[in-house]
């Protein structure tokens, strides 16, 4: 009751406190040795993110040409990027600098990169089917190895430096082995079917080699034979090896011996044993596989030992995080959400976001950690979501014509638990009741709405517990709303009315109860994209594709006020400050800001490069997300209180200072007085304070002595204020001063390092000529008028005599 006392606190700004943003668009991706920091490659830039907090900064390329391949020195201190535009670059990756750049020598992009285990030498394998080996401490090409067919996808060096032996693969699906000493290609390993995809040394003498043959292969590299074929039955992306030391018993793995990870198109990890090639571990999934070329097919996988994980890359750009040991999920990051079509606070704290992108999946990220979930169930595009009062329930509704209902328990964990089938389209929006969680509206491009009564048993959290499928919906009601698309349903915070929104140009309103409809809203050129109810009145807001937002009384369906202010269609709506403001986002990726009493739009924010499919305010109204087709989420915190604060301080810092400065002129302290009127940035006061110090007796020398003890930026400021002074008559005689005083005592040289200096002199001359004339013609008058008086005084003078005669 207390909060609701209070009074309204109008927002005048938001500011952007965080940005969701892809940072992963294909390519390898990889981890520092210390496991603190991966770098994922995101078209012309490199992006390094914190594993724990997902953090990011990022190396931009001057080139504006994608990055094809990329490496990681073994000490962590060497990047190296290879882009279309053939050149290589070494960066300090941690400031953010390039420090060098060198041509590829390769006609072709390098794609792949592997350094040695000293970090000295570095192999770049090119489109060009070359393979060259550079120095780094000495900076030059050292070997250029010639003879492999197609592009150089795999190079990587024997472990063993004292062997200096460089392997590779290409398109003829061989191992080819380098001899550093001969430069020549001393063995190939032939035995795969399909391109290879990963390398991976056991000991000095074993290697494991996967590929899309479906198998994976362990070569003796003394004999150079393959020992043992292992069929992995899918596609193998990425063969790991598991360490000897460390207990992977939770993983099958039961005898001393080498043991492997394989990871590839079906999406799971596998383990195996090499010596009976058997399959000693699969990962348990929840999900119903599909064939090759899932969504969820992996790309790539490694180890990470100062973090005991495993790393896996999927299809859809989403890194996920694995214990070691138990192959347990630990963390996934989401590397590229697409287009983003809406997306709401989770949790009842507001310490999620759940996210509608451009897919069947729905992701739901943790703000703290940036872990996001990724929610299988829906088989076509998510259209729109919504969340129930307390944060824990939440609603999702797609394209595959259903709704589904999910639930997140105390750990942050989201599991579905109800489906609601019966629309005969798409299912474009819905809408949770307010008061309780016992019920939902949709609306369809059937044109109807239905809604749908959520059972006791999956609110009572008791019962949820023991649900392990979800519970299947029915509509209660069904309803033919409008004549065309709906776009948007809201439920009344009483929940006894339902608004929607239609592409027909009309907005209507229901009972929601048995569906009637109450009345009709008129008035929208274009087709309406949201309707939402104040919280406080008995308002309803709508927004349209004729760049308006309308008000509308809900008792007499009269329109109260229209807002115009956008250029574009308003896609969403939602009102802030408990009712009195309102904020919209368009078409155009901008944000407004609306004061309901006084019809005007207090701020425009520009965030988004395109729509705006996502607006949501947290329960606390002092953060806003947005979603939009550009594919960021972008976080905003109400800054208003900051704001007003630090112009009250800096008002306040201003009287004492105009305090000080009156002090100052009082007691004739001119220096001071000068050097705090150039600070407040006052040339009146600058003005007159020189008007002072020249009233003096010796005013222009006091002045002069002034002048020169202020400071070059104090100079420069004088500057540019006496050129003010000087288009005007009265104060000219200052500022001409003052420009004397510079000229005598400052050097030309000097004088021509000030900024702004030619266009000082450029405003000064002309005025300067035009004073001068003045006092030429004044000067001229003035010894006229001399002239006349000695002449009378002469004619006086001569009748005077002739008197006296």
């Not at 790309?299 to 790393?311: G, S």
């Not at 287009?339 to 606070?345: G, P, Q, S």
């Amino acid at each position: 009751m207390e909060a609701a006392a209070s009074p309204v606190r109008f927002k005048s700004n938001y500011a952007v406190c965080r940005r969701i943003e892809p940072f992963y668009k294909g390519g390898r991706v990889q981890i520092s040795r210390d496991g603190k920091f991966m770098f994922c490659p995101c078209g012309t830039k490199l992006n390094v993110i914190d594993v724990d907090t997902g953090a990011l900064h990022s190396l931009q390329q001057d080139d504006e040409e994608d990055i094809s391949s990329f490496v990681l020195s073994p000490d962590d201190e060497s990047l190296v990027t290879g882009s279309r535009a053939l050149l290589l670059k070494q960066w300090n990756w941690r400031e953010n600098k390039c420090v060098r750049t060198w041509k590829a020598v390769h006609i072709a992009p390098v794609a792949s990169m592997a350094f040695d285990s000293t970090s000295t030498l570095l192999a770049t394998g090119g489109c060009d089917s070359t393979i060259k080996i550079w120095d780094m401490i000495k900076q030059y090409c050292t070997h250029n190895l010639k003879g492999s067919s197609g592009v150089v996808h795999l190079v990587e060096f024997h472990p063993d430096v004292s062997r200096l032996q460089l392997f590779s693969s290409s398109i003829d699906y061989k191992i080819r082995i380098w001899d550093l000493k001969s430069s020549k290609c001393v063995a190939t390993l032939d035995g795969h079917f399909s391109a290879v995809t990963s390398l991976a040394f056991a000991d000095g003498n074993t290697l494991v080699s996967s590929g899309r043959d479906k198998v994976c292969m362990v070569w003796d590299l003394k004999t150079r034979e393959s020992k043992r074929t292992v069929p992995v039955y899918e596609s193998v992306e990425a063969a790991v090896l598991l360490p000897e030391k460390g207990d992977f018993s939770q993983l099958g793995v039961k005898k001393q011996g080498l043991h492997f990870v394989t990871a590839g198109s079906k999406g799971i990890l596998k383990v195996w044993e090499v010596a009976t090639a058997a399959c000693v571990y699969t990962q348990p999934v929840p999900f119903e596989l599909k064939e090759e070329a899932s969504e969820r097919s992996v790309t790539q996988c490694m180890l990470v030992p100062a973090r005991n994980e495993i790393v896996t890359v999927s299809v859809e750009h989403n890194i996920v995080l694995y214990d070691a040991q138990t192959l347990q999920l630990r963390k996934q990051l989401a590397g590229y959400n697409d287009e983003v079509l809406d997306v709401k606070f989770l949790g009842p704290t507001d310490s999620h976001i759940v996210v509608a992108t451009n897919s069947p999946q729905l992701k739901v990220f943790e703000l703290a950690t940036s872990h996001c979930q990724i929610l299988y169930g829906h088989t076509e595009t998510i259209l729109a979501l919504d969340v129930f009062r307390k944060g824990l329930m939440f609603v999702s509704c797609a394209k595959d014509k259903s709704l589904r209902v999910w639930r997140m328990n105390k750990d942050g964990r989201v599991t579905c638990i109800a489906q609601g089938l019966g629309h005969a389209h798409g299912v474009a929006a819905v809408s949770c009741s307010r008061l309780k969680e016992n019920f939902i509206v949709t609306s369809s491009q059937d044109c109807t709405i239905k809604i749908w009564n959520i059972p006791e048993s999956l609110t009572s959290k008791a019962k949820a517990a023991l649900i392990s499928s979800p519970e299947i919906l029915h509509a209660k009601v069904t309803e033919r709303g409008h004549d065309k698309d709906i776009n948007s349903v809201a439920v009344s915070p009483n929940d006894k009315l339902i608004a929607t929104g239609s592409q027909d140009r009309l907005a209507k309103l229901w009972s929601c109860s048995d569906c009637s409809l109450l009345g009709v809203f008129t008035g929208h050129k274009r087709g309406i994209w949201c309707v939402q109810f104040s919280p406080m009145d008995q308002i309803l807001a709508t927004s349209s594709a004729d760049g308006t937002l309308k008000l509308w009384g809900i008792l007499d369906f009269s329109c109260l006020k229209t807002f115009e202010g956008h250029d574009a269609s308003v896609l969403k709506i939602i009102f802030v400050s408990r009712g009195t403001q309102l904020l919209s986002s368009g078409s155009d990726g901008l944000l407004k800001l609306w004061t309901i009493k006084t019809n005007e739009c207090v701020k425009t924010l520009d965030g988004h490069e395109d729509k705006i499919w996502g607006l949501h305010s947290n329960k606390q109204d002092d953060m806003v997300v947005t979603a939009s087709s550009d594919s960021c989420i972008t976080l905003w915190k109400d800054v208003t209180e900051i704001e007003e604060k630090e112009a009250q301080a800096k008002q306040e810092e201003q009287i004492m200072k105009e305090q000080e400065l009156s002090n100052l002129l009082h007691e004739k302290r001119y220096l001071k007085a000068l050097g705090l009127a150039i600070s407040l940035d006052r040339p009146h006061t600058v003005l007159m304070v020189v008007k002072a110090i020249l009233k003096e007796t010796d005013g222009k020398k006091h002045l002069e002595e002034n002048i020169i003890r202020l400071r070059k930026d104090q100079k420069e400021a004088v500057l540019t204020f006496l050129v003010t002074w000087n288009t005007n008559s009265r104060n000219c005689h200052e500022a001409q001063a003052v420009i004397e005083t510079l000229l005598k005592h400052e050097a030309p040289d000097s004088l021509l390092q000030y900024s702004g200096i030619k266009s000082a002199v450029e405003a000064l001359l002309p005025y300067t000529e035009r004073h001068f004339q003045r006092l030429s013609r004044l000067l001229q008058a003035s010894m006229f008028i001399d002239f006349m008086w000695q002449n009378m005084r002469l004619a006086d003078a001569a009748q005077q005599e002739d008197r006296t005669l």
